[in-house]
């Protein structure tokens, strides 16, 4: 398997982590935007919500990425 391929699978892995990270971020930093006055303060609940279903979304989308890398790798190694 060339160098360039498996140096962009680990740079994709790297960026699924700092994604990961920045909604982490965001759930625990959710009061402090409802203090500062940049989220309006009745729905701290939905924005609570609002980012788990965002999460959700993120480790849908991931697991179906690292299954379709993981056929792209096979599929890969039988050709050399």
């Known amino acids: 398997m060339p160098n360039k391929t ?3 699978i680990r740079f994709a892995h790297w960026e699924k982590a700092s994604l ?4 982490f971020l965001y759930v625990s930093t959710i009061d402090k935007y409802v203090e500062a006055g940049l ?3 009745e729905p701290v609940s939905s924005y609570y919500i609002l980012s788990l279903l965002m ?3 993120f480790v849908v989308l ?3 990425f690292r299954v379709f890398e993981s056929i792209l790798l096979i599929l890969l190694a039988k050709r050399e």
């Open 39 to 41: 989220l309006p303060p």
């Open 20 to 23: 990961s990270l920045y909604f």
């Open 62 to 64: 991931n697991t179906c």
């Open 6 to 8: 498996i140096n962009h």
């Open 55 to 57: 999460l959700g979304l």
